[in-house]
Nanobody
Framework: QVQLVESGGGLVQPGGSLRLSCAAS????????MGWYRQAPGKQRELVAR???????NYADFVKGRFTISRDNAKNTVYLQMNSLKPEDTAVYYCNANWGGMQEYWGQGTQVTVSS
């Protein structure tokens, strides 16, 4: 069982930045594909960004050029740097760990609110 603990959410004004972190409780962190998803009220959970064990990334179109996902395998941590935030980015952000589709884990989520 892998536990994922997110941090870094909060309230930010439009145009501002936040950095989310997700710490994993596994010594095998480097084998997992890591991802960030989000869920806004009344909407389905959607993919924001993913990063493979070797560092390849992919992003949802709505965050390209604004968000950056990265990982530090030595710290068992994945990050999401969010810049130029918009009110529509308001959601609960979830960390995900996936290994070959056979093991998948979710964090408890961290709230991001973009509002003036």
């Amino acid at each position: 069982q892998v536990q994922l603990v997110e941090s870094g959410g909060g309230l930010v004004q439009p145009g501002g930045s936040l950095r989310l972190s997700c710490a994993a409780s596994t010594s095998q962190f480097s084998i997992y594909r890591m991802g960030w998803y989000r869920q806004a009220p009344g909407k389905q959970r959607e993919l924001v960004a993913r990063i493979t064990p070797v560092g390849n990334t992919n992003y949802a179109d709505f965050v390209k050029g604004r968000f950056t996902i990265s990982r530090d395998n030595a710290k068992n941590t994945v990050y999401l740097q969010m810049n130029s935030l918009k009110p529509e980015d308001t959601a609960v952000y979830y960390c995900n760990a996936n290994w070959g589709g056979m093991q998948e884990y979710w964090g408890q989520g961290t709230q991001v609110t973009v509002s003036s």
